[in-house]
């Protein structure tokens, strides 16, 4: 496995687009994949070459970070295929490329270093059972929140109507969704002043730029690197 970086590139086109709205937490068992699927695209941008986006990771491997069988992650892995979000590269079950990944454009800053505990596991996948809807909203909303940060202020302010449009979450469950988040210290939350009748929030995601103040840099500064920064 390689080092950790503070944080990595994964493309965001396609969250700006609502994708995040096609992984949907159904009954028939395509909830629970769904919820893995976004967990698996999480660990590969954290192993994906800084140039190519392709990462070499085996089930062992997705094991221990995920803490999760591997019937889990072989249902996550087909569901992100399906999304066309990744690609198995070769014969091999081990070598997936990240789809329309650019180093000089169109990409967000992924948390990396801060999300993995002493053993080398993601902490808030230990947690998860799979069984929850709130735990697949609750990647939704974070990956939604890293995808529309503002370079500028580190930050990303966005109301709850614009969290469901583009994450297909019911009103009524962000909130827990968000709480999960804050309670596995992942986000950092800050009221504003409502603006009419729009309750909007200001969110910070841990383990970027920690030391860093507005006017820095972020998610489109395609001159500062993961693992440069922060």
Sequence with gaps: MKPLRPWVMLPSAWIQRGG??????????????????????????????????????????FEAITDKSRAKIAKGIT??????????????????????????????????KHLYDKDGCIAMFKGFTLRSPNELAALKIYLLIAAYRDRDTNSTSIGFDKISELTGIDRAQIRLAKSHLIASSLMHVDP??????????????????????????GRGDATAMPGTEG
């Design 20 to 61: 995040l709205c096609n992984f949907r937490w159904e009954r028939n068992g395509a909830g629970s994949g769904n919820t893995m699927a976004l967990m698996l695209l999480i660990v590969i941008a954290h192993q994906a070459d800084i140039d190519t986006g392709v990462a070499r990771i085996t089930y062992d491997q």
């Design 79 to 112: 569901t992100l295929k399906r999304h066309m979000l990744i690609d198995v590269e070769g014969a091999s079950r081990s070598t997936f490329k990240i789809c329309n990944y650019r180093r000089d454009r169109g990409w967000a800053a992924l948390p990396a």
């Design 192 to 217: 504003t002043k409502p603006d009419g009748a729009a309750a909007y929030f200001i969110y910070r995601l841990y383990g970027l730029y920690p030391r860093r103040h507005a006017g820095s840099t």
